[in-house]
Structure formats: structure tokens, C-alpha cells
């Protein structure tokens, strides 16, 4: 997991994730070197359980793959054991796989689709790359860099292919939408990490001193989980196809999830509605009002795995959600650079 376990069941569990995220990085370099046919686990991570404890190992399994093998299991959450018995004589290469990696009984299976980074053709304020005009995200966290105490913002490292790259972003604090450019000053994006993973950020300075990044109050980092575990609720004030607060509850925290463009690095999985749409990367993630986490900044969104109908078709939303952690990023030497 990505943060120090505080007693002997959280290290267990720690100490299981640990072992999984191996075989799950062995597994995209089999994948990579043509070994399988394709990626058959999305991610592996730990998820909360129902005793006030954050105690479950998770594993990603492809929706994809059980079908192409004729296994129909809906999306959705399992109990390994539940999933393993479910599928008794219909096992294809997913149940194969999990189960050389001798998976525990407390551990759990969401069967999920291909994840996919949320950036593209469209804070709630719009960012637009301007090198193709084709990528579009949403204005993050306000920031402060180190140095210069120039005010900046966070967003998707996705959005751009590296620092000194420009944006141009519709900003709509003085009442009217102005178009004003900003450039990337620190970029991570995991799609050159391999199956180590990365994480996802960019950190974007306004050209002009004249321009400014509004405020946005909150109460600091979301601190790990911790026994006895709070339910964590967050909002997330993404911009498509209006500005609008979308509220959800945590399910889970990956430590590595991705595809074989890209391979997250300690990321809060969670479900809402309506969903988050592709373009609203970069929107800012806040623990909700009314809640132990109230106002408690947990990250940006970066990604999605599409919904799909009884018949396995894409259909409007999401069937999961991803946020990259802001306090991993920052301890990942992010905090160099930066203060929020």
C-alpha cells in the first residue's frame, strides 16, 4: 500500500498488496513482451471492509478478458472465493492467472473495464494544449511555487507531453470567459513509465503577472487511512458538460493501476453520479461537507473505466473513477516545488 500500516492487520494487508503489485508488474512485462495475448488485470490495490478496517486486497480484473473467454460476469465486486466458485468450469486465462497468484480469501475482484486517462478532444475552468488543440482538461488545485511565490494550478499530467509545453485556459473568475496561456513549470504522466508506474500531474504558471489564480479553500491533505476506517466520501468539481459537484464514496486505494499506455501510481478509486466525462481530468477532489474528511484535499481526477450494458457495449459513464493522491505526489518530490 502506499502508506505505513498502523497495526498487524494493515501490515498483513500491506504486506499482501506489496506481493500482488510484483506479480501484477510481472504480468505487464509478460504482457509487453508478447508472452499473453493482452492484459488481463487492471490494477491491484487494497479496498475497506465492513468492520471499521481497511483490510481487503483488491485486484482489477478485465471485463474484456472474461468475455473474449465466454465468462459472463457482470462488472462488479467480488469476494475471490465468490468469483472462483461462480465460474466453476467456465474458467478462462483471467481466473487462471489469479489464481497462480494464490489469491487470499479476504480478497477482493472488481471485474472492470480497460482504464482509460480522461483528457481529450473537451475546474472548473476548460485547459486547452495548444500544440494540437485536441487535448482538453479541467483546472485542479491553486498552488504556490517555491522560489518565486508565483500563484499557479495543478491539473492531469496527460493534458501536455512535458514542461515548457503551453496551455490555454478559458478563465471565467472575472464574470466573463477570457482566454489567457499558461506554461507547464513541473510534469509527471506515467505513459513513459513502463510497468514501474508514474504518477500524473502538471503544475501550470499563467503567462501573464497580470493574471491570477483564484483561491480555493480547504483544510489541507487527506491523511491515510487509519483504524478504526471512516467511510470516505469526496467531491469532485468537474466541468463537462456544465461546472458541477459530483459526489462519491471511496472503494479503494490502487496501488498501481493502468493499461499498456498507462500505469498509475497510488490512485483513490471511487464511484459517482452523475460520472465524471473524459475532459474533466485535472478536476480537484475533496473530501465532502458533512463528512471526518470535510474539505480535505485527496487529488485530481485522472481516469475512468467506461460502463457498459448487458450486452458489453460503452454506454454513457463510468463504472469506476480514479483519483490520483495528492500527498503521494508530493512526497514523490512534488513538494520541491510546490505548496498547497
Known amino acids: 500500500m502506499w502508506w505505513e500500516p498502523t497495526d498487524e492487520l494493515t501490515a498483513a494487508t500491506s504486506r499482501e ?28 490495490g487494497s479496498a475497506p471492509g465492513g468492520r471499521s478496517d481497511w483490510r481487503h486486497p483488491l485486484v482489477l480484473a478485465s471485463y474484456e478478458g472474461l468475455a473474449e473467454a465466454g465468462t459472463p460476469i457482470a462488472v462488479g465486486r467480488y469476494p475471490w472465493p465468490l468469483l472462483i466458485r461462480s465460474i466453476e468450469g467456465r ?9 497462480r497468484w494464490d489469491l487470499t480469501a479476504d480478497t ?14 473537451d475546474s472548473t475552468d476548460t485547459v486547452l494544449e495548444t500544440r494540437s488543440r485536441t487535448m482538453q ?21 496527460h493534458l501536455v507531453t512535458g514542461n515548457g509545453d503551453q496551455v490555454e485556459v478559458g478563465a471565467t473568475g472575472s464574470g466573463a470567459l477570457a482566454w489567457v496561456t499558461g506554461t507547464v513549470v513541473e510534469w509527471s504522466d506515467p505513459i513513459q513509465s513502463g510497468s514501474n508506474g508514474d504518477y500524473d500531474y502538471a503544475v501550470v504558471r499563467l503567462d501573464d503577472p497580470n493574471d491570477t489564480v483564484g483561491t480555493l479553500n480547504h483544510a489541507g ?5 487509519t483504524h478504526p476506517h471512516q467511510p470516505k466520501v469526496i467531491d469532485v468539481y468537474g466541468r ?16 498501481q493501476l493502468g493499461d499498456a499506455a498507462r500505469q498509475w501510481l497510488d490512485c483513490w478509486q471511487f464511484a459517482s453520479l452523475p460520472a465524471l466525462q473524459p475532459g474533466d481530468s485535472g478536476s ?8 471526518p474528511s470535510a474539505d480535505r484535499v485527496f487529488g485530481h481526477f485522472v481516469g475512468l473505466s467506461v460502463a457498459i450494458d448487458a450486452s ?29
Do not use: M
Request: net charge neutral; proline share 6%; aromatic share 4%.
Open 91 to 99: 474458467r478462462g486465462p483471467v481466473e487462471a492467472l489469479l489464481q
Open 17 to 44: 498488496v506489496g506481493r500482488l503489485l510484483g506479480r501484477y508488474r510481472e504480468h505487464l512485462d509478460e504482457t509487453g513482451s508478447g508472452k499473453f495475448g493482452g492484459q488481463l488485470v487492471w490494477g491491484v
Open 108 to 121: 477482493v475482484v472488481d471485474v472492470t473495464t480497460r482504464p482509460l486517462a480522461a483528457a481529450q478532444v
Open 221 to 225: 491533505l487527506e491523511p491515510v487511512p
Open 240 to 255: 463537462l458538460p456544465t461546472p458541477v459537484r459530483r459526489t462519491g464514496s471511496v472503494s479503494g486505494a490502487l496501488a
Open 137 to 157: 482538461a479541467t483546472v485542479g488545485l491553486p498552488c504556490t511555487l517555491l522560489g518565486s511565490s508565483d500563484r499557479a494550478f495543478i491539473t492531469a499530467g
Open 312 to 340: 458489453g457495449a460503452s454506454i454513457p459513464g463510468a463504472v469506476h473513477q480514479y483519483v490520483q493522491d495528492l500527498r503521494s505526489c508530493l512526497a514523490a518530490g512534488l513538494d520541491q516545488a510546490i505548496s498547497i
Open 284 to 291: 480537484v477532489a475533496l473530501g465532502a461537507n458533512g463528512t
